[in-house]
């Protein structure tokens, strides 16, 4: 079990279109609490790249921010960013979510050529200097790749982000529901998720099964 191991958790808002994916990222809290570890949640202070109608798609004429988002899934408590200290945390997690790729990073708009935000990098590095785990869901694994580069993770099936992952350097595995890509050399944790057809019952799989193998490293 956890025995008392503390996870820092970044969200990207709050909904699947332009935020946080809210199954990942509530499954993720759950399955840190279930096995017995605790967690801290995180965003950046930022303006949301822009807003979704969930319920049709549209893009909608108002500005939202990423932190203030993020505060309705960690049900307000949850600390700016900038306030991570990787000393503090045994492990870093990300849930997915087109925020990921348009929060923070813009790798939905730019792909491989896309920029992520200093504060998003400063943490991944942070984490990866000191060999602590370092876990990601769903598309959230191009975090790695761009900032790492040569890295060993997985977003599923989907060809065309594989292929564009592998420009950067990283090498892509194919995983279904539950399977945890480890790149031991770099202390990285990736799961499909949402990139695969999926029930919320894949996703609570999902993020029990990286939950569960970081904390065989820890």
């Known amino acids: 079990m956890g025995n008392n191991k503390k996870f820092a958790v970044i969200l990207s808002g709050c909904g699947v279109y332009d935020g946080a994916e809210i199954h990942e990222a509530v499954m993720t809290l759950y399955a840190i609490a279930k096995h017995g570890a605790t967690y801290e949640i995180f965003a950046p202070d930022i303006e949301q790249y822009h807003v979704i109608n969930h319920l049709d798609g549209s893009v909608m004429r108002e500005k939202r921010n990423v932190l203030v988002e993020s505060a309705r899934i960690a049900r307000g408590k949850i600390k700016p960013l900038k306030e991570f200290n990787p000393e503090l945390f045994n492990a870093l997690i990300f849930p997915g979510g087109f925020g990921v790729a348009k929060n923070l990073s813009t ?111 820890i």
């Not at 990098?121 to 000191?130: F, G, L, S, T, V």
């Open 107 to 217: 790798w939905a708009i730019d792909g491989p050529q896309c920029t992520v935000n200093p504060q998003i990098e400063e943490a991944i590095k942070a984490m990866h200097r000191m060999h602590k785990p370092i876990g990601a869901l769903c598309i959230s694994p191009v975090l790695f790749a761009k900032v790492l580069g040569n890295v060993t993770i997985t977003i599923g099936k989907d060809a065309s982000t594989a292929k564009a992952l592998e420009s950067l350097g990283a090498k892509h595995q194919p995983t279904g529901h539950a399977q945890v890509v480890v790149d031991e050399k770099n202390m990285l944790f990736t799961t499909p998720c949402y990139m695969l057809d999926a029930t919320i019952v894949d996703i609570s799989n999902g993020a029990k099964a990286i939950v569960s193998e970081i904390l065989k490293w």
